[in-house]
């Protein structure tokens, strides 16, 4: 019933941009937090950037920080994850998920979403 599609994946040059989206169905959209993961080949599961519910609150990994911005729409059931300046290391495939918290903010534990995305391959060619 829940179903969370990413789009917007694709080839870029070192220093280019992509806009990734996440479109939710089958929740109450504004009473999840909402955040991105990433896995490159060989390495597990990798905290990206989080959204609170409100979308009030942010956070990103440290790596990311200055390059990417994550936003939502409430009213539109959307996601996104604005990369800038991107690097052959963001090489991964990007998934969004969803967590039910209590508290209005964001988590970068994967074991706090219950729902994922299949993901969305980001190559980045130096």
């Known amino acids: 019933q829940v179903q969370l599609v990413e789009s917007g994946g694709g080839l870029v040059q070192a220093g280019g941009s992509l806009r990734l989206s996440c479109t939710a169905s089958g929740l109450t959209f504004s009473r999840y937090t909402m955040g991105w993961f990433r896995q490159a080949p060989g390495k597990e599961r990798e905290f990206v950037a989080t959204?609170?519910?409100?979308?009030?609150?942010?956070y990103y990994e440290d790596s990311v920080k200055g390059r990417f911005t994550i936003s939502r729409d409430n009213a539109k059931n959307t996601m996104v994850l604005q990369m800038n300046s991107l690097k052959p290391e963001d090489t991964a495939v990007y998934s969004c998920?969803?967590?039910?918290?209590?508290?209005?903010?964001?988590?970068?534990?994967?074991?706090?979403?219950?729902?994922w995305g299949q993901g969305t391959q980001v190559t980045v060619s130096s």
């Open positions: 998920a969803a967590a039910y918290i209590i508290f209005d903010r964001g988590s970068s534990r994967p074991n706090e979403y219950g729902f």
């Open positions: 959204i609170s519910r409100s979308g009030g609150s942010t």
